[in-house]
């Protein structure tokens, strides 16, 4: 049987995700929309012992519901829409339950280990011919909530420069699993689970993409590791990287079952209020761009400065109950001033940054597009790097695009949520989204004007202060400006 909203838990965002078309606007094309996803799903999951007799480890309820929902929810979010399962332990029940994927707007093709395992290289060996020309590989056992579209990009610039794969990376420093990954200066130059090195820092993090042509020489129907490949790829200099910043979660065993259950439970089934912060001249130093000669984002690691009281506002923000996202413009890279790789460097910095005070943020959504092609592109310092930047959205504020993105993945109180910026566009998109709004700088009576009935409900200093009154500003009514 396929599955259906009725056979499994369905409050928190599920409603709007799983069992919905594609959330993401029709306005924001994404390279994931044409992107094979290989799920690896063939393990016998001997470690959960009890859990994995009657059902595969894809299908151990979690809250309710089969532990995949909440990783093929991330997935949906960004886009992706065709799937190929490899499947082996009780392979039938994973059909029967997701069946060809159209019950969720996606397509899922199956391929099945068969009697002899084959490991995780061999089951896709195995799956060579419905394999596409590049695809990403995920486990079917781990929660791995990354910026997928960022890892695409990554693996095609890589491949500019002769790669052949992308290796997600988390710095990791033995914390969850012992760290096999060496990184210098971005790049992967040791990949080796079997013999680690005092290097390694990072751990391979459970996403990789692949050319399918790296399969091709091994035997069909014969088992490998596919750490092998990986191994010999990151020897070989042909291995890229994406350093990932948020923790993974796998159900390897019953304690790590547990702690993603309470982090699930949390995170899905009990309701946040959120604060979505504008990031240039609200958490870091406008720069002046000697190139336009005037006030702008900065657009270079270097340049990057964290304001000096940002940090304590931030926990101060977290220790309120209140999620923390990131909702900027960042059109540095479609506008021919920066390269995007630069662009993901920056906002991995900040969050690395941030993570070492014991920060976190939940997420860092950038609109990176610009309507139209600017008429000195071309004749600039950089040009336009890649075309799909130029294209109309539903993200770029005044729009509220950054705001409502995270909706299907958190379960957030729009309700008691602000939204933090310095500019008329984040009032105006925090109006948009139904959310209360926060000027930060001093507020004109020209501006006012300009903002009409969307009048932000709280005027402040800089963000210090907008943390340390936020407990009496989610009192307030929406309009009463403080």
Do not use: W
């Not at 409603?15 to 959330?23: Q, Y």
Request: hydrophobic share 35%; proline share 4%.
């Amino acid at each position: 049987m396929n599955m259906k909203a009725s056979d499994t838990r369905t409050d928190g965002p599920f409603s709007r995700s799983l069992f919905s078309s594609l959330s993401r606007s029709s306005l924001n094309r994404t390279p994931c929309e044409d992107f094979q996803v290989v799920v690896l799903m063939g393990g016998l999951g001997t470690r959960l012992g009890e859990y994995t007799k009657e059902v595969p480890k894809p299908l151990v309820k979690v809250s309710g519901r089969p532990f995949f929902d909440y990783e093929l929810m991330l997935l949906k979010h960004y886009g992706f829409r065709k799937f190929l399962f490899l499947t082996g332990y009780k392979a039938g029940m994973i059909e029967d339950h997701y069946g060809d994927g159209s019950d969720l707007g996606i397509s899922i093709q199956y391929c099945y280990d068969g009697e002899k395992l084959l490991g995780t290289g061999g089951a896709i060996r195995r799956a060579y011919e419905l394999l596409e020309d590049d695809f990403l590989v995920i486990y079917g056992d781990s929660f791995m909530d990354i910026d997928y579209e960022e890892t695409i990009f990554r693996y095609l610039k890589g491949k500019e420069e002769g790669k052949r794969a992308v290796m997600t990376v988390l710095k990791n420093n033995d914390r969850f699993d012992k760290s096999n990954v060496v990184v210098k200066d971005g790049s992967i130059v040791l990949y080796d689970k079997k013999e680690p090195v005092p290097e390694m820092e990072y751990i391979d993090y459970g996403v990789c993409i692949y050319e399918k042509s790296l399969f091709e020489d091994f035997p069909a129907g014969e088992g490998f590791d596919i750490a092998e490949l990986q191994k010999r790829l990151s020897i070989n200099g042909e291995l890229a990287a994406h350093i990932v910043d948020k923790r993974f979660y796998e159900i390897g065993s019953p304690g790590s079952l547990s702690e993603f259950g309470a982090y699930i439970e949390d995170r899905l089934y009990r309701k946040h209020p959120a604060v979505f912060l504008d990031r240039d001249g609200v958490l870091d130093e406008i720069v002046f761009n000697e190139d336009i000669e005037q006030l702008d984002a900065p657009l270079t690691l270097s340049e990057f400065k964290l304001f000096p009281f940002v940090k304590e506002a931030l926990g101060i923000i977290r220790d309120k109950g209140y999620y923390i996202f990131i909702a900027t413009n960042q059109p540095g890279a479609a506008k021919g001033k920066a390269k995007l790789l630069t662009l993901y460097d920056i906002n991995h910095a900040m969050v690395a940054d941030l993570m070492k005070d014991g920060i976190m943020i939940d997420g860092v959504y950038s609109c990176i597009h610009y309507p139209q092609r600017l008429s000195y592109i071309g004749e600039g310092r950089l040009g336009v790097l890649e075309e799909f930047l130029i294209q109309p959205c539903d993200c770029r504020k005044p729009k509220d695009g950054l705001i409502r993105r995270p909706s299907d993945i958190y379960n957030i109180d729009y309700e008691n949520s602000f939204m933090v910026g310095d500019s008329l566009t984040d009032i105006s998109a925090g109006a948009s989204a139904g959310v209360k709004t926060a000027f930060i700088g001093d507020l004109k009576c020209d501006a006012c004007k300009k903002l009409c009935s969307a009048s932000p409900d709280m005027i402040v200093r800089d963000v210090l202060e907008f943390a340390n009154r936020l407990d009496d500003a989610a009192e307030k009514k929406k309009g009463d400006i403080a």
